[in-house]
T-cell receptor, first 111, second 114 residues
Framework: DVKVTQSSRYLVKRTGEKVFLECVQD?????MFWYRQDPGLGLRLIYFSYDVKMKEKGDIPEGYSVSREKKERFSLILESASTNQTSMYLC??????????FGPGTRLTVT | KQEVTQIPAALSVPEGENLVLNCSFT??????LQWFRQDPGKGLTSLLLIQSSQREQTSGRLNASLDKSSGRSTLYIAASQPGDSATYLC?????????????FGQGTRLTINP
């Protein structure tokens, strides 16, 4: 069965902290994605990766960076967390041209 | 730029009814279209994937159709149950070379009343 896991379901951080969100998939998928979801704004793509060490900016990359050192793991980094980054963060993976499979989400609160 | 619209934003029906959710997209040059379900506070669950060459896909009580030329897809749910209550999102993947990302609609929040 397909599985995408995220390191935390809930996370509370202070303004200015460096935050790491981790995502792991067990399907040997080439593509991995980070989205954020906010009421009224829907899902917005932050970054995606189509291969190890490869990444492309999505629609809202400002304030974020990513790392993909291994095929199964894709990390989202908030260099200096701000209150406007309080959101639900969703990771997904897919094979080339295939379905996207999502993790359970991390609800991040920045105070 | 691709835009995806889902109408209505919310729908409430009694249990047992058959219902249709709508999704429209502005650019017909798509690679595929995917329907998802999202329960409150959870991630998305993939329901159906329709490739651009296909007209429909079925899974159990769900049937999704695709009309690329008119930029429309529908998700048909037969004999609805309270457990079908969730937000349903459609998303399209474009044909731009190298593009792997999806463009999502805002979703339809479905409530099935017992």
């Amino acid at each position: 069965d397909v599985k995408v896991t995220q390191s935390s379901r809930y996370l509370v951080k202070r303004t200015g902290e460096k935050v790491f969100l981790e995502c792991v998939q067990d399907m040997d998928h080439e593509n991995m994605f980070w989205y954020r979801q906010d009421p009224g704004l829907g899902l917005r793509l932050i970054y995606f990766s189509y291969d190890v060490k490869m990444k492309e900016k999505g629609d809202i990359p400002e304030g974020y960076s990513v790392s993909r050192e291994k095929k199964e793991r894709f990390s989202l980094i908030l260099e200096s967390a701000s209150t406007n980054q309080t959101s639900m963060y969703l990771c997904a993976s897919s094979a080339l041209g295939g379905r996207q499979y999502f993790g359970p989400g991390t609800r991040l609160t920045v105070t | 730029k691709q835009e995806v619209t889902q109408i209505p934003a919310a729908l409430s029906v009694p249990e047992g009814e058959n219902l249709v959710l709508n999704c429209s997209f502005t650019d017909s040059a798509i690679y595929n279209l995917q329907w998802f379900r999202q329960d409150p506070g959870k991630g998305l669950t993939s329901l159906l994937l329709i490739q651009s060459s296909q007209r429909e896909q079925t899974s159990g009580r769900l049937n999704a159709s695709l009309d690329k030329s008119s930029g429309r897809s529908t998700l048909y749910i037969a004999a609805s149950q309270p457990g079908d209550s969730a937000t349903y999102l459609c998303a399209v993947r474009g044909r731009v070379q190298g593009a792997q990302k999806l463009v999502f609609g805002q979703g339809t929040r479905l409530t099935i009343n017992p």
